[in-house]
């Protein structure tokens, strides 16, 4: 089994190559064009294995990915490329309709190529797996129940809503040409590798420098956590036995407001490396402006994967917190290059008023 990953050199894409390589044995060509978001050292575990091989690309140039899909033939396809942060899509939404959008557009064209070129058993095992995002579903109000796979879209966001165009384009390709497509919407996944621009890494390395930990809002919005590892072995599972043309919603059925995890995180820190003053981190919190158009809450209904698939997160929360913020702590060389240039936790462009 080969399959050619995009958009593997960053935080989701980089733990699906790991999983892939490492615990399943199955040949992985990363495909990545190397943005901001990007980092091949998240990649060292496998980057010497002869099952990995990578190739510098930008998935908006269709004749190019399909020369790469003829040259490495691979069976599945898993996209995830993706310009993913909110904030940067609601300073500078461009780029997000050209990766998103147009690159997804690409994708489907190169792989729609590459598949009619396929015969017998090669033809029959390919699969187009997109990864998406729950923020395609939009604003869930706080008192009514979880997303299903059913849940009209209605994305916020330029991020979410470039995310969701992306998802009805697979689906139309599987409508009219027949290409064997499967989805998956996941919900905020945190973990090792995560580039310090989103919450639970920014707030960490803040807190653990003394820095301010900025908390939009009154801090009440909900997300719904799953680790990076987990979603990895889900991503995997859908890959290779969804169902195709369907979609599948992934999450953590962990639900907590930003100030818990901003609070968890200064517990957490403050018990393994307490402050040479003494004092809680906690104290650190400050609350600014609101993100523009703010989601009060995502909130995964991950059944359908649970009872078709046999798919189900491994780890709590807290146990899963509590390892990634080891993990910071361990490894200096992987972010501190990142936080040297500009990361240190304004919001992007705008920058955050206290209030
Ligand atoms: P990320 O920003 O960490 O990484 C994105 C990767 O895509 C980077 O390596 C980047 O270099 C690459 N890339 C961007 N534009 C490209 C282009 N034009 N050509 C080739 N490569 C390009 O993103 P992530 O958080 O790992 O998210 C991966 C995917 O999962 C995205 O599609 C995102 O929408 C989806 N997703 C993310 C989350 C989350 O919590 N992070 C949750 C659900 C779904
Ligand atoms: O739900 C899945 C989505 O989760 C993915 O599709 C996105 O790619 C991913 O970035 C993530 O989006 P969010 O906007 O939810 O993640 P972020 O880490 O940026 O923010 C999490 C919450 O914390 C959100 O409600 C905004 C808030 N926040 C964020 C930052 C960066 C703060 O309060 N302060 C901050 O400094």
Not at 86 to 112: H, K, Q, W
Not at 126 to 138: A, N, P, Q
Not at 186 to 213: D, H, M, R, W
């Amino acid at each position: 089994m080969k399959i050619l990953v995009t958009g593997g050199a960053g935080f989701i894409g980089s733990a699906v190559c790991r999983h892939l390589v490492k615990d399943l044995g199955t040949a992985v060509v990363n495909v990545d064009k190397l943005t901001y978001a990007a980092n091949l050292d998240s990649l060292k575990p496998v980057s010497e294995n002869p099952l990995y091989s990578f190739h510098r690309q930008d998935i908006c140039d269709p004749e190019a990915i399909l020369a790469i899909m003829r040259s490495e033939k691979p069976d599945a396809v898993m996209h995830l490329a993706a310009e993913s942060h909110v904030d940067r899509s609601i300073d500078g939404p461009a780029i997000f309709i050209e990766t998103n959008v147009m690159g997804t557009y690409s994708m489907l064209e190169a792989a729609r190529t590459y598949w009619s070129e396929l015969e017998g058993p090669a033809r029959d095992r390919f699969r187009f797996h997109h990864i998406s995002t729950d923020e395609v579903y939009g604003d869930l109000p706080f008192d009514e129940s979880l997303f299903t796979e059913t849940t009209p879209y209605a994305p916020s966001s330029p991020y979410s809503a470039s995310k969701a165009s992306s998802d009805h384009l697979v689906r139309a390709w599987n409508h009219t040409y027949g290409i064997p497509v499967v989805l998956s919407n996941c919900s905020n996944n945190y973990g090792p590798y995560q580039f310090p621009e989103k919450l639970i890494p920014l707030v960490t390395l803040n807190a653990l420098e003394g820095k301010p930990l900025p908390v939009y809002g009154k801090g009440d919005n909900v997300r719904d956590w799953l680790h990076v590892e987990d979603h990895a072995k889900a991503l995997a599972t859908v890959a290779t036995r969804g169902e195709i043309g369907h979609s599948y919603n992934v999450g953590g059925r962990c639900e907590r407001t930003n100030l818990a995890v901003v609070e968890a995180i200064c517990d957490i820190l403050d018990a393994q490396l307490p402050r040479p003053d003494g004092l809680p981190r906690r104290n650190l919190i400050s609350f600014v402006t609101d993100r523009p158009g703010h989601d009060r809450r995502y909130a995964i209904d991950c059944s359908k994967i649970e009872a078709e698939l046999g798919w189900t997160p491994s780890r709590t929360f807290e146990e899963g917190l509590a390892d990634t913020i080891r993990w910071y702590l361990a490894n200096e060389d992987w972010w501190r290059p990142i936080r040297d240039k500009n990361y240190a936790g304004q919001r992007l462009g705008t920058g955050s008023t206290k209030t």
